[in-house]
Structures are given as structure tokens and as C-alpha cells.
């Protein structure tokens, strides 16, 4: 099957910086691409829609300016946490869907910020 | 909202058949069935897919009633690695469409 990448897998940030998680379609394009949140024994949580060539779409709830997504090509879409704050730590997940719609996951991101 | 509901938590024997139930009462004519499996600090993992054929590939099968408002996944063998978090999912195949993940079932392999 197909392949998405995440990088980085775990990264430590401290209250107030920036984040960018990148999410990446190794051998397939996407235009589109969805971003989820997962908190600690709940389920995943759709945060946007990361859309190629136009902006992202935002589930209800979602702050756009705190969460920026950038599609930049069909294999690669960022998502920037600015002004993290310790209750923005979780599991980031991205998942792109191929031609035929099929849906594949990265293997998350663990965002801690201190 | 999530369309299905599955049992928070099953246990099962190492070796036995593991049966995961869910329940989709309100699933329209153009949705399928999806399952994934979610192991520990792991992305999803795609298991099988079906409309309303049962369907069986090298990880699961899939039984879907035939009114399809209800279908359960079957691991034939289950090991300790299949200890997970089972999530079924109802959607259109057509489109980039979004998943909207319920609780999923959380299934622990007993040795």
C-alpha cells in the first residue's frame, strides 16, 4: 500500500515557540490531506482539511491562526502550532487519500510543549 | 458525529477468533464499511473494507447482515500483536473524504 510520513515522530517544544509538523506522500500525490488530533486514551479528532492550491478548511472549534496548515505540493502538507501551550500537547496525525480514495495514516506526531 | 457504535473494550484468548462487532443502523446505500486498527502511539492501519458482501483478505474478514446495518470483524487467529484499538468507520468510497472516527473498541489479546 501506499505510504505517508510524518516528521518529526516526537518533538519537545517550550510554551509560547512555534511548531511544524510536515506530513508526506511518498509515492502517490494527494490534494488533499487531513490533519487529526488525538488526546491520550480518546479517539482521533478531524482538526482540518489541508486542501493543495487553496486554504485549508477548519473543523468547528479549530483556531485557523493557531494551527496553520500550508499545502505546498501534492506530497507535502505542514502543519505550524503557533504559540504552542502545554494544552496543545497530543498525538498529530495526517492522512492522505490516493486516486482511488483509499485513505493512508502517518504514523503520528507526539507534540509535548513544556 | 460518528455513524457506528462499537463496545468500548474486549478481551480475547491468544489463538481464538476475535469478533469485533459494530453497529451502523443509520448507513446509506453508497457507504461502505471501513475497518482500522489503531496499535499503540501508531498511526490507523487499514484492515478490509465492503458494501455488503462479506469480504476476507489476509487480515480479517468482514460479515455485514444483510440489511447492512450491522457487521463484525473477524480476526481468525489472534496474536498479542493484534492488541489494539479497532475502529469502524462508514463512508462514501467516492471522494477524499473525511473519516470521523467513533470511540473504536479496544482489544486486548490474552496470553
Keep these: 500500500g501506499a505510504v505517508v510520513s510524518q516528521h518529526p515522530s516526537w518533538v519537545i517544544c517550550k510554551s509560547g515557540t512555534s511548531v511544524k509538523i510536515e506530513c508526506r506522500s511518498l509515492d502517490f500525490q494527494a490534494t488533499t490531506m487531513f490533519w487529526y488530533r488525538q488526546f491520550p486514551k480518546q479517539s482521533l479528532m478531524l482538526m482540518a482539511t489541508s486542501n493543495e492550491g487553496s486554504k485549508a478548511t477548519y473543523e468547528q472549534g479549530v483556531e485557523k491562526d493557531k494551527f496553520l496548515i500550508n499545502h505546498a505540493s501534492l506530497t507535502l502538507s505542514t502543519l505550524t502550532v503557533t504559540s504552542a501551550h502545554p494544552e496543545d500537547s497530543s498525538f498529530y496525525i495526517c492522512s492522505a487519500p490516493d486516486l482511488g480514495y483509499e485513505q493512508y495514516f502517518g504514523p503520528g506526531t507526539r507534540l509535548t510543549v513544556t | ?111
Excluded at chain 2, 491468544?14 to 471501513?34: D, F, K, Q
Design chain 2, 1 to 111: 458525529d460518528a455513524k457506528t457504535t462499537q463496545p468500548p473494550s474486549m478481551d480475547c484468548a491468544e489463538g481464538r477468533a476475535a469478533n469485533l462487532p459494530c453497529n451502523h443502523s443509520t448507513i446509506s446505500g453508497n457507504e461502505y464499511v471501513y475497518w482500522y486498527r489503531q496499535i499503540h502511539s501508531q498511526g490507523p492501519q487499514y484492515i478490509i473494507h465492503g458494501l455488503k458482501n462479506n469480504e476476507t483478505n489476509e487480515m480479517a474478514s468482514l460479515i455485514i447482515t444483510e440489511d447492512r446495518k450491522s457487521s463484525t470483524l473477524i480476526l481468525p487467529h489472534a496474536t498479542l500483536r493484534d492488541t489494539a484499538v479497532y475502529y469502524c468507520i462508514v463512508r462514501p468510497r467516492e471522494g477524499a473524504q473525511k473519516l470521523v472516527f467513533g470511540q473504536g473498541t479496544r482489544l486486548t489479546i490474552n496470553p
